[in-house]
């Protein structure tokens, strides 16, 4: 599976390829990380990854 803290522009890119069930496996990683991170770098670039995935998930 993909790190939850990819790259915005690169799982943006990756979405088409993923199932509806990748996408909700990915978007609770990203959750289950949020809850515990420390580091606002990382903080932000999962906030970003997540929307993009809800956003994906939604337009099925």
């Given at each position: 599976?993909?790190?939850?803290?990819?790259?915005?522009?690169?799982?943006?890119?990756?979405?088409?390829?993923?199932?509806?069930?990748?996408?909700?496996?990915?978007?609770?990683?990203?959750?289950?990380?949020?809850?515990?991170e420390q580091d606002i770098?990382?903080?932000?670039?999962?906030?970003?990854?997540?929307?993009?995935?809800?956003?994906?998930?939604?337009?099925?």
């Open positions: 599976m993909l790190s939850p803290d990819m790259d915005p522009k690169e799982l943006k890119g990756l979405i088409p390829l993923f199932t509806k069930e990748d996408m909700e496996e990915l978007l609770k990683e990203i959750e289950d990380i949020i809850r515990y770098k990382r903080l932000m670039r999962l906030f970003d990854n997540r929307k993009i995935v809800e956003d994906a998930i939604d337009h099925l």
